[in-house]
């Protein structure tokens, strides 16, 4: 649920169409086709009356605060697919999957890296890249809380000129447990909970002694 143009509404994106849809009524406010057939996975990022979503193949920020979405700019440098970005100080961070991971096996996605990248959000250009697993990640304050698909914990700065990481981990201390972690991690009174494929928990603690 968001606030667009001074109304309540629920944006649901699926094949093919974003729709907008007013809360009090049911009403379908606006909808925007973004042609990809597969199902996108990744929540749209609502700021002010902007709209940003990531459909696949592609990105796209929409200008909603007319009677009909507008493209302020699209691009297919940043497909974040399934673990949605976060938007820090006007910028978006998310690893990009490019084409070849749609078409790789599971075992390749675990083994390689992909390209965690930020993006502008006024004009969708790539500010930097680092390469790393497969990311899942949230945003706490001006820090980036990311975890690699292998269960390593990263705290990074968030900014435009670059990647700036401040500490990492092995969640699992180097136990030979299953190492697939596609869940973003959860802070919640300065510990970080970060969920395996197989259901376990890890809780490790960040608060200041």
Not at 62 to 85: A, K, N, Q
Not at 155 to 172: C, F, N, R
Not at 188 to 194: A, D, E, V
Request: net charge neutral; proline share 7%; with cysteine.
């Amino acid at each position: 649920m968001c606030t667009l143009a001074g109304t309540r509404c629920a944006l649901f994106l699926g094949p093919s169409l974003l729709n907008a849809v007013e809360i009090a009524s049911g009403k379908k406010l606006w909808s925007y086709a973004h042609h990809e057939p597969q199902h996108p996975v990744a929540d749209p990022i609502v700021f002010d009356n902007q709209v940003f979503i990531s459909v696949g193949s592609s990105c796209a920020l929409l200008e909603t605060s007319r009677e009909s979405p507008r493209v302020l700019w699209s691009s297919s440098e940043f497909d974040t697919w399934l673990p949605p970005p976060v938007r820090v100080k006007g910028c978006l961070y998310g690893t990009h999957l490019p084409a070849s991971f749609y078409t790789a096996s599971w075992g390749g996605v675990e083994a390689g890296d992909l390209p965690f990248r930020c993006i502008d959000w006024k004009t969708g250009k790539v500010l930097w890249q680092h390469d790393m697993k497969y990311v899942s990640l949230i945003a706490a304050g001006d820090r980036l809380i990311m975890l690699e698909l292998d269960g390593t914990l990263h705290i990074a700065e968030a900014g435009p000129s670059g990647y700036k990481e401040l500490a990492s981990a092995d969640v699992l201390q180097g136990a030979k447990r299953p190492r697939t972690f596609a869940t973003p991690p959860v802070l919640w009174h300065g510990r970080i909970y970060c969920r395996n494929y197989a259901g376990e928990l890890v809780c490790i603690d960040v608060r200041k002694p």
